[in-house]
């Protein structure tokens, strides 16, 4: 319904951490998701795909939780970090899903995440007032360009794949 | 003695199961299981204080993939086993997942009495417009014209408008909503468990393999433009002439739940076996 997320407020750098704490742990649900629906339908290719995305995703947030220090950004996360109406920056969207999608599709769905992350980082710096606040949103936007870069380079060795890409010879429909 | 217990913070991980779901990827049905571990975790429920109460159909395959008591009945069937429940366990938190299918066609003399009865409990529909895990029959939401091999020409049936007859037959507490949207979701589920009596929450969950049209439902789909009321006139004008995509919690009723007074049945079993003896 919502597609551009309510935020939630950024007062201070406690505030940041957590919440981009929590969109790396929303991506890595997701993709852990999306790999185990790709394992029960038998795509193997995109089950290694998203569970590598999920990993990449969880080092993400590991390194976030090291950053922090002694403050409990796991819990802080819980308290304040909800994306009250739509989604997390960097959750998948399911409903693209599709039973013989192919790496393309999946560094698409990756490639949209990391474009909406990086436009959440990018907000909160052009409008936080908190000095260490913008700077590590900064350090944050950097890094999802990176990542945005990185998604880039893939789809390079996964082209956009035929329009017959979704025709299934024994297809579901099978009274039509 | 003063026992020192902190209330324990739940996650949503507490209330998933080992059991991977074998929806089709893209189903709106893995959002809805998404939403209801949230709503879960959102109220701090224990996951061994929750049943989920299921009858057939690819919705109701959700209690397997929660760590909840569940409970996988039968066709249409579920409101009687989670009335049953309900009235013997008041303590529990009982909610009861189904589809269109199960819930309106073949439960759906269920549903009305269910309303009627208002047991404290939360149904869920989740409604695809579709008999999705039979492959693709119409269901008593379909619409007219859908016109498939199955159903050349569309059925040319009126579809059944499951808010209006929830609020007629008495529902205690009526939404709708997205299951694109799982926070919103989460939060109105968390609003029905909470409300006494009986709450009925339809979520739109589209069929992406019998229904690949419905993924434009996250276009369609749209606040409730007025909020929510108490009063039965109201609610039956604007679900009269509700759009179908509203999403909201739409109605908010005050009738108490219904809940049989706790006691011993006043006859012993074995006496009364004695009069069916042959």
């Given amino acids: ?176 | 003695m003063t026992m020192n217990v902190e209330a324990r913070a739940y996650k949503q991980a507490d209330y998933k199961s080992d059991v991977k779901p074998i929806w089709c990827p893209g189903c709106g049905d893995y959002h809805v299981l998404m939403s209801f571990t949230r709503a879960f975790a959102q109220l701090g429920l224990p996951p061994e204080e929750v049943v989920v109460v299921s009858g057939i159909g690819c919705s109701s395959r959700i209690p397997a993939y929660t760590n909840c008591y569940g409970f996988h009945g039968v066709h249409g069937r579920s409101l009687a086993i989670a009335a049953g429940l309900k009235v013997t366990r008041p303590d529990l938190t009982v909610v009861v997942a189904s589809g269109d299918g199960d819930g309106y066609s073949i439960g759906g003399n269920h549903f009305l009495h269910a309303c009627r009865r208002n047991v404290d409990m939360t149904y869920v529909v989740m409604d695809n417009h579709i008999y999705g895990m039979t492959k693709g029959q119409p269901s008593p939401t379909t619409e007219p014209e859908f016109d498939t091999a199955l159903s050349p020409g569309g059925t040319k049936v009126r579809p059944f408008h499951p808010l209006v007859v929830a609020l007629a037959s008495g529902a205690n507490f009526i939404a709708r909503c997205f299951s694109g949207d799982p926070n919103q979701t989460a939060d109105v589920l968390a609003e029905a468990i909470k409300h006494p009596g009986f709450s009925f929450v339809e979520i739109l969950s589209p069929c992406v393999t019998f229904r690949p049209d419905e993924r434009a439902w996250k276009e369609q789909v749209h606040p409730a433009p007025v909020a929510e009321t108490s009063d039965q006139g109201k609610a039956a004008r604007r679900l009269m002439t509700d759009d179908g995509f509203n999403i909201g919690i739409l109605y908010r009723g005050t009738r108490a739940p219904y809940q049989p007074a706790a006691g011993k049945a006043d006859i012993d079993l074995s006496e009364l076996e004695k009069d069916f003896e042959l």
């Fill in chain 1, 1 to 176: 319904m919502s597609k551009s997320p309510v935020a939630p407020k950024v007062g201070n750098l406690n505030d940041l951490l957590a919440v981009a704490y929590q969109i790396e742990i929303d991506a890595v649900e997701r993709y852990r998701l999306l790999a185990d629906q790709m394992e029960i339908h038998n795509n193997p290719e995109l089950v290694k795909i998203f569970r590598d995305l999920a990993r990449a995703e969880g080092i993400h947030g590991e390194e976030i939780r090291r950053l922090a220090g002694d403050f409990d950004v796991v819990a802080h996360a819980r308290e304040m970090a909800k994306f009250a109406k739509g989604e997390s920056p960097e959750e998948a969207d399911l409903s693209t899903a599709h039973y013989l999608m192919t790496p393309w599709h999946a560094l698409q769905l990756s490639l949209a995440g990391e474009e909406r992350a990086l436009a959440y980082f990018t907000s909160i710096v052009e409008t936080a007032k908190d000095a260490k606040v913008k700077e590590l949103a900064g350090e944050l936007m950097e890094e999802e360009a990176e990542h945005v870069n990185l998604v880039h380079r893939l789809l390079r060795k996964y082209p956009e794949p035929s329009k017959t890409w979704a025709d299934d010879l024994d297809p579901p429909q099978s009274l039509e």
